[in-house]
Each structure stands twice: as structure tokens, then as C-alpha cells.
């Protein structure tokens, strides 16, 4: 199983960003999909998460209005919009699947992480 992420950089406070993962090795299509993140100093965090036909989303409450996942299937791609970006926003974000298609929390396969910074 392999999860590439991509998409990570500095961005000002208020700015957008789109990260993009990439699964192979797998069922994408079956499976579904998270984004966490971890902050310096700070424990990995769920962010995001969306069932295998991404008709059932799951957020954390703080980023519920702002960031925004979705995938294409086709393309073995999950994404994760992030607009109104905050200084607290500034983490490793890993993509992660699980081998469950119902929307969860809990994953077995993770990727390398993406770096966003957001600057006051």
C-alpha cells in the first residue's frame, strides 16, 4: 500500500490550499479515506475523513466550514480543500486509508506526510 501526498506549502493566514493523495496498492475505490494532522509539540489529530463513494463526509469541529474532502475514484485521489487558513492550521498532514468503507476514524495505512505552514 502506498499514499502520496502532495500539495503542502506556506501560505498567509486567510489563504487556500489543496492537497491531493494518491493511493495504489489497494481497492481505493472500496475504502475509505482520511486527512489528519500533527503540530509541533502536539499529538496527530483527525481532520477529515470520507466514505468510499464519497457520499458521507466526517470533520473535526475545528475545521467544520473551512476545509472541505473529496475524491475522484477514477484517479485514486482524495483531496482536502482548505480555505480560510489560520496559524493553528500549521501541521504534517498525512493522508491515511482504512479498510473499511464506512466513514471512520480509525485507519491501517498511512503515508508520508505534507508540510503546511500558515503565516501570520
Known amino acids: 500500500v502506498q499514499l502520496q501526498a502532495s500539495g503542502g506549502g506556506l501560505v498567509q493566514a486567510g489563504g487556500s490550499l489543496r492537497l491531493s493523495c494518491v493511493g495504489s496498492?489497494?481497492?481505493?475505490?472500496?475504502?475509505?479515506m482520511g486527512w489528519f494532522r500533527q503540530a509541533p509539540g502536539k499529538e496527530r489529530e483527525f481532520v477529515a475523513g470520507?466514505?468510499?463513494?464519497?457520499?458521507?463526509?466526517d470533520y473535526a469541529d475545528s475545521v467544520k466550514g473551512r476545509f472541505t474532502i473529496s475524491r475522484d475514484n477514477a484517479k485514486s485521489t482524495v483531496y482536502l480543500q482548505m480555505n480560510s487558513l489560520k496559524p493553528e492550521d500549521t501541521a504534517v498532514y498525512y493522508c491515511?486509508?482504512?479498510?473499511?468503507?464506512?466513514?471512520?476514524?480509525?485507519?491501517?495505512?498511512w503515508g508520508k506526510g505534507t508540510l503546511v505552514t500558515v503565516s501570520s
Open positions: 496498492g489497494y481497492t481505493f475505490g472500496a475504502s475509505t
Open positions: 491515511a486509508a482504512s479498510r473499511r468503507s464506512i466513514v471512520t476514524r480509525t485507519m491501517q495505512y
Open positions: 470520507i466514505n468510499w463513494s464519497g457520499g458521507s463526509t
